[in-house]
């Protein structure tokens, strides 16, 4: 396998889709260089082509490039030794994944509208009335459903606080950081600047209060996560 260090490519200052595949380089202790555009230069890489789905984030791996979140964090999950080799495992792993992305689909969805314009698929900000009605139905369902499930599937191995197996996975670090990114006090529900963001006099919107409370085997694990030095080491110095 390539030892080189990878490029991770993504949004200024923005975790998204990127930061699941940040914390498997960081949990392993993996270099990789973390580079961030701009919107004005993710439009001229778009524009050019350069980008295969017209998305980020991308993965460059000497002159190879990964795109699509999954695919480049289950590369970094290989290579960080969080993939595990069984094979029934390692689907169970990946159906945790995917539910992350679906989460995540759902959430960017309460704010954005993917329509087609000019004969291109583009993403259009809706109405703030509308994106506070569907970050309330997001959490009251979506969030509870998936959550519950986690604990569920926790609470199957009375021997094991994590999701798959006796040991972390990539599965983990997914749900932890739906975890993250759900926390109230989390940076960016607050930050006048961030996407999600939304502005008086209808916000500063933030999730429910202890979101966690329900779900006991969850929130241990992501207390087991988050101190792990390298996590720690990294949340203290880029915070969600």
């Given at each position: 396998?390539?030892?080189s260090n ?7 200052n923005?975790?998204?889709r990127?930061?699941f ?10 270099p990789?260089?973390?580079?961030g555009v701009?919107?004005?230069e993710?439009?001229?890489m778009?524009d050019?082509g350069?980008?295969p789905?017209?998305?980020l ?8 490039m990964?795109?699509?979140?999954c695919a480049?964090?289950?590369y970094?999950?290989k ?24 989460v995540?689909?759902i959430?960017y969805?309460c704010?954005?509208d ?15 009335q ?10 009251k369902t979506?969030v ?5 499930r ?10 094991s606080?994590f ?5 972390l996975?990539w ?24 996407f999600?963001y939304i502005?008086?006099p209808?916000g ?7 979101i ?5 085997l969850?929130?241990e694990?992501?207390k087991?996560?988050?101190?792990t030095?390298?996590i ?6 880029h915070?969600?």
């Amino acid at each position: 396998m390539d030892k080189s260090n990878p490029i991770l490519v993504y949004f200024i200052n923005a975790k998204g889709r990127a930061e699941f595949s940040r914390l498997i380089f960081i949990y392993a202790g993996i270099p990789f260089e973390d580079k961030g555009v701009s919107f004005e230069e993710y439009f001229e890489m778009r524009d050019r082509g350069q980008l295969p789905f017209e998305q980020l984030p991308i993965l460059w791996v000497d002159k190879a490039m990964i795109a699509q979140s999954c695919a480049i964090a289950r590369y970094a999950a290989k290579r960080a030794g969080l993939y595990p080799e069984d094979s029934l495992l390692a689907a169970q792993t990946d159906m945790i994944v995917d539910a992350w992305r679906d989460v995540l689909d759902i959430f960017y969805g309460c704010y954005v509208d993917r329509v087609v314009d000019n004969g291109r698929l583009v993403m259009k900000m809706r109405e703030v009335q509308l994106r506070i009605d569907k970050l309330n139905d997001f959490f009251k369902t979506t969030v509870p459903m998936h959550l519950g499930r986690f604990e569920e599937i926790i609470s199957s191995d009375s021997n094991s606080p994590f999701l798959v197996g006796n040991s972390l996975t990539w599965a983990d670090l997914a749900v932890f950081d739906l975890v993250c990114t759900f926390d109230r006090t989390a940076n960016f529900w607050n930050n006048p600047s961030t996407f999600f963001y939304i502005p008086e006099p209808h916000g500063p919107y933030q999730p429910p209060a202890e979101i966690l409370k329900p779900y006991p085997l969850v929130n241990e694990l992501s207390k087991i996560i988050q101190e792990t030095p390298n996590i720690k080491a990294w949340l203290d110095s880029h915070p969600y």
